[in-house]
């Protein structure tokens, strides 16, 4: 059967975002570092994978690194790949915000679907983003389309990973570096069966990154540029527990 590919990647940096601020859903655009970043990306070993379709973000950081990787492509522009929106809680630090109850009940996570003052709650979020891939996915898989490229937040991506990617593992542990990310396998049975995604490569792929970056996949079992996981094994225990449930 066919499978295609999904590339998640997030942005280039933007002004403000080495000071610990959450920034959400304010519209800063690229820094010119962050763009020289991307660059760098692009000439290093072998550059971005080829997308057929571009999907991006509608905020400016998104949208400058996915015309900058791949300009001959015009980004379809989804509203739903927004990151988070912090409501009161924009461009502040965690410092500035730690005496605040709403921001002690809302950084333990103890209430997910109660949402930050005049923002959104982690429910909320997570329904907007997932259901968004999922209409993504089931695309790609009518259209045929054999290789997609999504420019979105590092938030968004760390979500989207723990929700549908195998293997399976904690959202923070798939924090990546802008301008980085992780190339998916879409296999249509699996999907149909369980929702789930093969995570088998960073995006793009650097051979030659450093120890720290990679020693996440160390935690998985696998290497990814030696890929032998048997994506077949999902599909067994997703029959199996349809079988005896």
Known sequence: MKTYKIHLIRHALFQGSEDGKYIGQTDIPA???????IRNLMAENEGYPYADVVISSPLKRCLQTAK?????????VMPELTEYDFGDFEGCTADELKDLDTFKQWIAGTSPDTPVPFGESQTQF???????????????????TGSTAVFTHGGIIMSL???FAVPEC??????????????????PTVWR???KLEAFAECPPIPGQIDAEREMWDTF??????DDYDISELINDYTDYEHNN
Not at 31 to 37: A, C, R, V
Request: aromatic share 8%; charged share 25%; net charge negative.
């Open 221 to 226: 079992g696998f290497d990814p540029d030696n």
């Open 68 to 76: 900058l990787v791949y300009p001959d492509k015009e980004p379809v």
């Open 170 to 187: 904690p959202a923070h542990e798939w924090l990546t570096p802008n301008g980085c990310g992780y190339t998916l396998r879409v296999d």
């Open 31 to 37: 820094s010119e570092e962050g763009l020289s970043q």
């Open 193 to 195: 069966m369980g929702k």
């Open 161 to 163: 990973m723990s929700a």
């Open 126 to 144: 997570n329904a907007r983003i997932c259901g968004c891939f999922e209409k993504i996915v089931d695309g790609i898989i009518k259209s045929g």
